[in-house]
C-alpha cells in the first residue's frame, strides 16, 4: 500500500512535469510587444513552483513509503516540531512568494498604470450578445456619441449613431473585424451594450472586460511577428460569462502593414457610404 | 466570582420520532441532518457535471433520459447551450454553498465540536436546529428552479451583474429562476450566520476544564476560525443578496448602470454599477473559499497525527497559519478582479496579499509532512484520503500562485487554469477532506465501522480520477481554453483540444461512478458493518472517551477534566503508544 | 481560578481564564451569542451604507431633497430612539436589582418609544410616496436617491419593529419570572445597536441630503 | 447548555452616568443637524458628521452596551474584527471614484 502510494504520487508527478517541460500543451505565440514580460513572469513562476511541486509531491511520496507501519518494534518519533524549521521556511517562503510578485510590478504597470501615447490608434469595442462591433473614428478623429433609442441590430444600427445629425458620427467606420496596424500602439476603449463580456486575444496576451456603463481603455501593439502567424489573423473571444451564446461569441483581429491599414479602412468607409 | 458551566442539561432527551430525528435539538442528530444534506447535493452536483462533461465533448448527442428531467432544456434529449449554463450554476452553486460549506463545517462540526471540547451540546440547541432547517429551505428553494418556467438561472454562481440582475431578458433562467436563487442564498446565509455564532459561542465557552484553547483539537480551531470567517463574511452577501433581490423586484438599480439595451430591448434601470456587486460578491466569496477548506484541513490534521502516531509537527504554527489564512483571506478578494475593470493599483495591493496568503498554505503543508516524518504511518482509508488531501492542495494551491499575478492571471484569467486550481484546491480536496473523515468518525457516528477493502478501492479510482480530471484542466488554460463554453467547436483554437477534453470526460465518467463504491459502503456499513468499539483508531481527542456511538448528552452526565494538549501520540515512557487528552496520569514528557 | 487548580490541570497560571469550565469573558453564552449578531448584523449594515456611499460618490449630482420639517422630523426621532436606550438601560438596571415589574414598565416605554419612532418613520414614507419618490424614480434627480433612502430606512425599521417584538415578549415573559436578569440585558443589547445604526444612517442619508434654506 | 453569570449586586451603576451619556448623545445630535446647515465643502461635511457618529457610537457600546464594563477580552475580541472587516469594505470607494470619469452615463 505505501509502495503504491508513493509511485502513483510520484507517477502524477512526473507526467504532470514532463507535459510542461516537453510543452505538449503550451501558451500561444506571443505577437505583442509586452508579452515578453509576461511571458518572462509565467516562467518565473513556473520553474519557481514546479520546484516546490517535485519537493513536495515527491517529500510526501517518499515520506509514505519510508514511515510506512512495518509492524516492527520501532516507536515513532516524539517530536512536537522544530521552531527554528518554522521560522526558516516561513521566512523563505515569504521571501519567494512576495518577490516574485513584485517582479511582476513593472510588467502590471507598463500595461496599466500609464495610458497610451497620445498618437495611438484609437478604436471602440462594443459588445453585445452575442457579438463584437468595432469602431473608428474615421479622418475627424472623433467618436459621434451614442444614442441609446437609436440602438437596434434589427436596423443595422447596433451602435446607435445619429449620423444624419451628429456630425462626429458621420464618418464613423463600424465594422465586425477588428483591423490594426502592425508596430503602432493601439488603444482599445471597451464597451458592453448589455451585459458583461470580456476581450481576449491569447497571441496578443490582451484580456479585459467589457464592463456595462464603463468605458475601459486598454493599449497594446502588435510586433512585426503579428504578420508571420495565420495570415496574421487572430481569434477575439468573449470568455465573460454572458448567456446562452457566449460559447460562439468571437470576431478577428487582423494584423496588417500600416498600408495594407489605411487601403482596408477607406475601403471600409466606402462601403458605409 | 462567576460560575462554572452549568451542569444540566438544557433539554431532556426527546421521545416522539419527530423530537428525535426530525427538528431534534440534539448537535449529533443535526450534524447527521447537515452531512445527509450535502450528501444529497453532492450526489445531484456530481450528476449535473457528469452531464455537463458529456455534452461538452459530444454536444450533439442524446442523453438518455435528460429529456424528461427538462422536455425544454433538452428537446429530444440534446442539451441546448443555455441549459448547459443552468446545469453550470446550479453544480457550482449545489457544490460552493450546501456542499463544501455544509458538509466539512456544519455537518462534522457540529457533530464532534461540542464532544471534542467536553460538552453536551452546543451553547444555543434550539439556534442550531433553525440554522438546519433554514438551509434546508435554501435547498429547497434552490432546487424548485428547476420545475419553474424556463428553468435554473444562467449566470453561474457569482451571479454577476447586469445579467443576473434584468430579468428574463437576458436569457432563459434569469426570470424565476434567478429570483429563487437569490432568495435561496439570502436563506442560506441565515443559516450559516446563525450557525457561526453558534459555534464561536461554543468554542469559548463551553470547553470542559483544563481544555485550554492551546489544548483543542485541530478540527475545533478549524471550526472556530471558519465559524468566524462565515459570521464576518455572510453578513456581507446578505447584503449583497438583498440589494440584488431588490434591482430584479423592486426596480433599484444598484448593480445596473444606465442606458442598457439588451436583445434590442431599453433597460429602464439606471446609475448603479456592476462592479459593485463583484465587489460585495467576492468580499464575501474568497473568504468562502477558506471557508470550504479550512475544516478540511483541521480534519487531515487530526487524521495524519492519529495515523503517523506523532503529534502534530508545529502544533502552535498550525494554528497560526490557519488565523494568518483567515484574516488574509479578507484582504485578497480582488484577485478575482484583475481584468474587470477594477482599479489596476488597488488591483495590484490585492496581489501582494494574495501572494502572502501562499506563506501560511506553505507553513501547512511544511508541517503535514513534518508530521509523517519519523511517524509510523497506519495507512487505512482515511489516513489514504488525508494523504490525498495534502497531494491536491499543493497541486492546486501552487496553481494558484500563477492566478495571484495581475500580468500572468492576464492569460490565464477565466480559463481551464483557473477552474483546475480551484476545483483541486477547494472542490476535491475539501470533498477529500470530508472522506477522510467520513472514514475517520463514521464508527463514532453510527457505530459501525466501515468497509475497509471497498474504501481503498474507492480511494484508488478517485484519487487518480481527479488528477486525470483536473491536472489536464492546468494545460487547458495555458491554450487558453475559456471556460463556461458549452462546446469548443465554435472557435478555430478550441478545436484541436477537444481530444484532451474527452479524455477528461471519460475520467469524469469513471470516478463519478466510483463514487457509488463509497455511497453503497457508507449505506451499507451503517446497518451491516463491523461493530465499532469506543476507540477503534486508539486515538486521543475526547470523543474517542465516550461509547460509539456517544449517549444523548455526550458524556452521560460526566465532566470531563482535560489535561494535555490533542496529539500525545508515542510518548517516551507511556505504557501505550498514544495518551488520551483526558488521562490524569503524569507522563514524562509535555 | 485558584493557582492550585491550575496545577493540576497543568497550566501556567496565566492560561486560567481561557482554561474552560467557564466563559473566557466571565458573561453568559447568550450574552456573548448576541454581541456577535450584533458584530454580523453590523456588517450587513455597513455594507449597505458602503453601497449606498458607492452610488452616491459615482452619481455626480446627488439631490440634497430633505426641507427642514423632514430634518426636524428625523431629529425627533432620533431624539425618542436614544431615550427608548436610555429607558432600557434603566430596564436592565431593575432587572438587576430584581424589581420584576418595573422592568415590564420601562420596557413598555422602551416599545412605545419604539412604535413612535415607526409611526414618524411611517409618515415620512407615505409623504415621499406622495411625492412621487420610488425605489427607481424620484423627482429630484438621480434615481438612486429611492432605492437607497428606502432600502436603508426599510431594513433599519424592520429591526425596529423586531425588537419592539422581542422586548414585548422579554417583558412580558420578565413578569411571569421566565426571563432572568440576562435575557433582559441582552435583548437591551438588541435594542442599542438598533439606536447604534441610526446613528450613521441619520447623518448620512438625512443630514447630507438636507437642503438648504 | 450556557454558561450562566450571577451578577452580584455591586455590578450596577450608578443612573447618573447613563444620564450623562444620554445627555451628551442628544448634545452631539443637535451639533450634527446644526452642521447640515453650514455650508461646508462636502467631504469636510462627511469627515465632521462621521467622525462625531463614531463618537456616538462608541459612546453608546461602551456605556449603554456595557462593553466598558465587561472583561477587557470581550471588547479585544468583538471590535477589531468588526472594525477590520468594516474598513476593507472601504476598498470599493477607488472605483467608485473610477467611475465618476470612466462611466458612459
Request: hydrophobic fraction near 50%; aromatic fraction near 14%.
Amino acid at each position: 500500500m505505501a509502495l503504491a502510494i508513493a509511485l502513483v504520487i510520484a507517477v502524477i508527478t512526473v507526467i504532470s512535469v514532463y507535459v510542461f517541460w516537453a510543452h505538449v500543451w503550451w501558451l500561444p505565440v506571443d505577437v505583442s510587444t509586452h508579452g515578453a514580460s509576461i511571458d518572462h513572469q509565467f516562467m518565473m513562476t513556473l520553474i519557481m513552483t514546479g520546484i516546490v511541486f517535485v519537493l513536495a509531491q515527491l517529500g510526501l511520496a517518499y515520506f509514505v513509503w519510508k514511515y510506512r507501519d512495518r509492524g516492527d518494534r520501532r516507536p515513532a518519533k516524539y517530536s512536537h516540531g522544530n521552531n527554528a524549521l518554522e521560522i526558516t521556511w516561513t521566512t523563505a517562503a515569504f521571501i519567494v512568494f512576495v518577490g516574485l510578485n513584485l517582479l511582476g510590478y513593472r510588467s502590471w504597470a507598463s500595461m496599466r498604470f500609464t495610458p497610451a501615447a497620445a498618437d495611438a490608434l484609437r478604436v471602440e469595442v462594443w459588445g453585445e450578445q452575442f457579438q463584437f462591433y468595432f469602431r473608428y473614428p474615421g479622418p475627424d478623429g472623433q467618436f459621434g456619441p451614442t444614442h441609446v433609442n437609436l440602438m437596434n441590430d434589427a436596423t443595422g444600427n447596433a451602435l446607435g449613431l445619429d449620423r444624419d445629425n451628429d456630425p462626429a458620427s458621420k464618418d464613423d467606420i463600424v465594422t465586425a473585424t477588428l483591423a490594426i496596424p502592425v508596430n503602432r500602439e493601439v488603444e482599445l476603449i471597451l464597451h458592453s451594450k448589455d451585459v458583461g463580456h470580456s476581450f481576449y486575444v491569447r497571441e496578443l496576451r490582451v484580456h479585459q472586460d467589457l464592463v456595462p456603463g464603463m468605458a475601459i481603455p486598454i493599449h497594446f501593439t502588435a510586433s512585426e511577428d503579428a504578420l508571420n502567424y495565420n495570415g496574421g489573423r487572430y481569434e477575439i473571444v468573449c470568455t465573460q460569462l454572458c448567456g446562452l451564446g457566449h460559447y460562439k461569441m468571437r470576431a478577428f483581429l487582423q494584423v496588417m502593414t500600416q498600408e495594407d491599414f489605411d487601403k482596408w479602412l477607406k475601403q471600409q468607409a466606402e462601403e458605409q457610404q | 466570582m462567576e460560575a462554572h458551566a452549568v451542569a444540566t442539561h438544557a433539554h431532556a432527551a426527546p421521545t416522539g420520532f419527530i423530537r428525535k430525528y426530525i427538528f431534534s435539538l440534539d448537535h449529533k442528530v443535526i450534524g447527521k441532518q447537515y452531512y445527509f444534506l450535502a450528501l444529497f447535493s453532492v450526489v445531484v452536483g456530481i450528476l449535473l457535471s457528469v452531464l455537463m462533461r458529456w455534452h461538452l465533448v459530444w454536444p450533439d448527442a442524446r442523453i438518455p433520459l435528460l429529456d424528461k428531467l427538462s422536455p425544454t432544456g433538452a428537446p429530444g434529449g440534446i442539451m441546448t447551450p443555455e441549459y448547459y449554463l443552468s446545469l453550470l450554476t446550479m453544480h457550482g452553486t449545489l457544490m460552493v454553498f450546501f456542499v463544501l460549506t455544509t458538509a466539512p463545517q456544519s455537518g462534522f462540526g457540529n457533530f464532534l465540536l461540542p464532544i471534542q471540547i467536553g460538552a453536551e451540546d452546543m451553547a444555543f440547541p434550539r439556534l442550531n436546529m433553525l440554522s438546519f432547517w433554514v438551509t434546508f429551505a435554501g435547498l429547497v428553494v434552490l432546487l424548485s428552479s428547476f420545475f419553474v418556467g424556463d428553468g435554473p438561472p444562467l449566470s453561474g454562481w457569482t451571479a454577476y451583474t447586469p445579467l443576473s440582475a434584468v430579468g428574463s431578458v437576458a436569457g432563459p433562467g434569469e426570470g424565476t429562476g434567478q429570483t429563487l436563487w437569490v432568495i435561496s442564498i439570502a436563506l442560506f446565509c441565515v443559516g450559516s450566520l446563525l450557525g457561526a455564532l453558534n459555534f464561536i459561542t461554543t468554542t469559548l465557552d463551553l470547553r470542559t476544564r483544563g481544555l485550554t484553547l492551546m489544548r483543542l483539537p485541530l478540527t475545533c480551531w478549524a471550526w472556530f476560525i471558519t465559524a468566524v470567517l462565515a459570521l464576518l463574511s455572510f453578513a456581507v452577501l446578505f447584503a449583497a443578496g438583498v440589494l440584488l433581490l431588490l434591482d430584479r423586484v423592486g426596480g433599484t438599480s444598484f448593480f445596473v448602470p444606465a442606458g442598457l439595451v439588451v436583445s434590442d430591448q431599453r433597460i429602464a434601470h439606471s446609475g448603479g454599477s456592476p462592479l459593485l456587486w463583484q465587489h460585495l460578491f467576492w468580499f464575501f466569496g474568497h473568504p468562502e473559499v477558506y471557508i470550504a477548506i479550512l475544516p478540511g484541513m483541521g480534519i487531515t490534521s487530526h487524521v495524519l497525527s492519529t495515523f503517523s502516531r506523532k503529534p502534530i509537527f508545529g502544533y502552535r504554527a498550525m494554528v497560526y497559519a490557519m488565523m494568518a489564512i483567515g484574516f488574509l483571506g479578507f484582504m485578497v478578494w480582488g484577485h478575482h478582479m484583475f481584468v474587470s475593470g477594477m482599479s489596476p493599483y488597488v488591483g495590484f495591493a490585492f496581489s501582494v496579499f494574495t501572494m502572502a496568503i501562499g506563506v501560511p498554505s506553505a507553513i501547512k503543508t511544511f508541517n503535514w509532512l513534518g508530521t509523517l516524518w519519523g511517524g509510523k504511518l497506519r495507512l487505512n482509508t482515511a489516513m489514504l484520503f488525508a494523504i490525498g488531501f495534502v497531494s491536491l492542495f499543493v497541486s492546486g494551491g501552487l496553481s494558484g500562485l500563477f492566478l495571484a499575478q495581475p500580468p500572468v492571471d492576464t492569460n490565464l484569467h477565466a480559463t481551464y487554469f483557473v477552474v483546475g486550481h480551484f476545483h483541486l484546491v477547494m472542490g476535491v480536496a475539501a470533498i477529500f477532506g470530508m472522506f477522510a473523515g467520513t472514514f475517520f468518525w463514521f464508527p463514532k457516528m453510527f457505530g459501525r465501522m466501515m468497509n475497509e477493502t471497498l474504501g481503498k478501492i474507492h480511494f484508488w479510482i478517485t484519487f487518480v480520477g481527479v488528477y486525470c480530471i483536473f491536472m489536464p484542466m492546468h494545460f487547458l488554460g495555458l491554450e487558453g481554453n475559456i471556460r463556461r463554453y458549452s462546446r469548443f467547436t465554435d472557435v478555430n483554437f478550441l478545436v484541436p483540444l477537444i481530444p484532451l477534453h474527452k479524455f477528461m470526460t471519460i475520467a469524469a465518467f469513471v470516478t463519478a461512478g466510483a463514487q457509488f463504491i463509497f455511497l453503497f459502503n457508507l449505506f451499507w456499513s451503517m446497518f451491516k458493518g463491523e461493530k465499532a468499539t469506543e476507540n477503534p483508531w486508539e486515538a486521543t481527542s475526547l470523543e474517542w472517551t465516550v461509547p460509539s456511538p456517544p449517549p444523548f448528552d455526550n458524556f452521560a452526565g460526566r465532566h470531563p477534566v482535560v489535561y494535555r494538549g490533542p496529539y500525545e501520540f508515542s510518548v517516551p515512557g507511556a505504557p501505550k503508544d498514544y495518551v488520551m487528552q483526558d488521562a490524569p496520569e503524569p507522563v514524562a514528557a509535555h | 481560578m485558584a493557582s492550585h487548580e491550575a496545577v493540576t490541570l497543568g497550566l501556567h497560571e496565566t492560561e486560567s481564564m481561557w482554561a474552560g469550565g467557564r466563559s473566557p469573558f466571565a458573561v453568559g453564552s447568550k450574552k456573548l451569542g448576541m454581541w456577535l449578531f450584533i458584530v454580523s448584523d453590523a456588517i450587513t449594515f455597513s455594507a449597505l451604507l458602503i453601497a449606498y456611499s458607492f452610488v452616491r460618490v459615482a452619481s455626480p449630482s446627488w439631490p440634497r431633497p430633505f426641507e427642514s420639517a423632514s430634518i426636524a422630523n428625523a431629529t425627533v426621532m432620533t431624539l425618542i430612539l436614544l431615550t427608548s436606550s436610555i429607558t432600557v438601560v434603566m430596564a436592565v438596571r431593575q432587572a438587576k436589582l430584581g424589581n420584576r415589574s418595573a422592568v415590564a414598565g420601562w420596557l413598555a416605554a422602551t416599545m412605545l418609544g419604539g412604535i413612535l419612532f415607526d409611526v414618524l418613520h411611517l409618515r415620512e414614507w407615505v409623504g415621499l410616496i406622495e411625492e412621487g419618490v420610488r425605489l427607481f424614480k424620484n423627482p429630484w434627480g438621480t434615481p438612486q436617491f429611492g432605492a437607497a433612502f428606502f432600502t436603508l430606512t426599510g431594513l433599519h425599521m424592520t429591526h425596529v419593529t423586531v425588537g419592539v417584538v422581542y422586548l414585548g415578549v422579554i417583558a412580558i415573559g420578565t413578569k411571569r419570572g421566565k426571563y432572568t436578569a440576562e435575557d433582559v440585558e441582552v435583548s437591551g443589547l438588541y435594542w442599542h445597536f438598533v439606536d447604534l445604526v441610526w446613528m450613521f444612517i441619520f447623518p448620512l442619508v438625512y443630514l447630507m441630503s438636507a437642503k438648504f434654506a | 447548555m450556557h454558561a450562566t453569570v450571577e451578577h452580584p449586586a455591586e455590578h450596577v451603576e450608578p443612573k447618573r452616568i447613563f444620564l450623562i451619556v444620554w445627555g451628551f448623545l442628544l448634545a452631539l445630535t443637535g451639533v450634527e443637524v446644526l452642521l447640515a446647515y453650514q455650508s461646508l465643502e462636502i467631504k469636510v461635511m462627511l469627515v465632521l458628521l462621521m467622525t462625531l457618529s463614531i463618537v456616538k457610537a462608541s459612546l453608546i457600546i461602551a456605556y449603554f452596551m456595557h462593553l466598558r464594563y465587561e472583561r477587557r477580552s470581550l471588547a479585544l475580541v468583538l471590535m477589531p474584527a468588526m472594525v477590520f472587516v468594516i474598513a476593507m469594505l472601504f476598498v470599493v470607494f477607488p472605483d467608485s471614484l473610477r467611475l465618476l470619469w470612466m462611466s458612459t452615463q
